[in-house]
């Protein structure tokens, strides 16, 4: 069984460049979430995929996007990159069934300067 | 936005001794996690508790939830060097309405066992 894999794992970009973050989901998982983590914060919602669409938003911006794909992998989109954008971007996979934790990836650090 | 706070902010213990972690939460809850994260890499689960569950071990960790008081405690007994990382709790919501399964997290306890 694998676990969640997140790609890159180190990422610098320019200000107002846009990113792409990429996450493979647990095999048998069917929802992926991503979440934002600011240093010394706890990880906030961005937003959640099942079924390949999206389903809830935490307070983000439209600049952030997201997509699955039919084998429940993801990706993470965020356009005109500003310097509070830097942070550990996690990805995040489940069943559909509150009764289970999450398995998280290690994350990808994203560098805005 | 945070769902609530994590008590204490830091803790550092010695190896052997036992650890106890607070969190409180602010909204009514399906189940609440807890997380440990190494050097700011990803969270491992350790253990869920349900709403209607009020005590809940798992090897050397215990979870309590007193829903009335809206807080959860996490214990950690006997604790080594390698439990040294940041733990955070996370609540889920009940079924039903948008962000299905969202974990809203508090803002952590880092936890420091000395050999």
């Known amino acids: 069984e694998t676990g969640v894999t997140q790609s890159p794992t180190h990422l610098i970009k320019t200000r107002g460049q846009q990113v792409t973050l990429r996450c493979s989901s647990q095999?048998?998982?069917?929802?992926v979430s991503w979440y934002q983590q600011a240093l010394g914060q706890g990880p906030q919602f961005i937003f959640q995929y099942y079924r390949e669409e999206e389903n809830g938003r935490g307070n983000f911006p439209p600049r952030f996007s997201g997509l699955q794909f039919p084998n429940y992998s993801s990706e993470l989109n965020v356009n005109a990159l500003e310097l509070d954008d830097s942070a550990l971007y996690l990805c995040a996979s489940s069943l559909r069934n509150l009764d289970y934790g999450y398995t998280f990836g290690s994350g990808t650090r994203l560098t805005v300067v | 936005s945070q769902q609530g706070e994590e008590d204490p902010q830091a803790l550092s213990i010695q190896e052997g001794e036992n650890a106890t972690m607070n969190c409180s939460y602010k909204t009514s809850i399906n189940n609440l996690q807890w997380y440990r994260q190494n050097s700011g890499r990803g969270l491992v689960h350790l253990i869920l508790i349900r709403s209607n569950e009020r005590e809940k071990h798992s090897g050397r960790l215990r979870v309590t939830l007193d829903t009335s008081k809206k807080s959860s405690s996490l214990l950690i007994t006997a604790s080594r060097a390698a439990d040294t990382a940041s733990y955070f709790c996370?609540?889920?919501?009940?079924?039903?309405?948008?962000?299905?399964?969202?974990?809203?997290f508090g803002q952590g306890t880092i936890l420091t066992v000395h050999p």
């Open positions: 095999s048998g998982h069917n929802t």
């Open positions: 996370a609540t889920v919501a009940n079924a039903g309405g948008t962000s299905y399964g969202k974990l809203t």
